[in-house]
Nanobody, 123 residues
């Protein structure tokens, strides 16, 4: 599976961005798709995940109610809609695919990673 993340950029606090992660090389029907982020000087952390087949979702507490993960079957793409952005959301965001059908938050469960896209939220 090859993953291509896009959609990052500079936005003011309170604004919105939508990240995309296009997958190729394999259908995602048995995968879990996740988003992670790494803020400057911090470890990479889980943000959100979705079971491709089930549509089940999970979110980190820090983004719950502000971020929404979704998928488009036809485009083989997963999205991360980010609203009410805060300066502390500034990070490089990575999409990832896990062969585990159960949603896992640990990055070791994810087999494939995209290249990352930078989101900068100004105050």
């Amino acid at each position: 599976v090859q993953l291509q993340a896009s959609g990052g950029g500079l936005v003011q606090a309170g604004g919105s961005l939508r990240l995309s992660c296009a997958a190729s090389g394999r259908t995602l029907s048995s995968y879990t798709m996740g988003w992670f982020r790494r803020a400057p000087g911090k470890e990479r952390e889980f943000v959100a995940a979705m079971g491709w087949r089930t549509g089940a979702t999970s979110y980190a507490d820090s983004v719950k109610g502000r971020y929404t993960i979704s998928r488009n079957y036809t485009k083989n793409t997963v999205y991360l809609q980010m609203n009410s952005l805060r300066p502390e959301d500034t990070a490089v965001y990575y999409c990832a695919a896990s062969a585990f059908t159960r949603i896992e938050m640990g990055e070791t469960f994810y087999n494939y990673w995209g290249q990352g896209t930078l989101v900068t939220v100004s105050s």
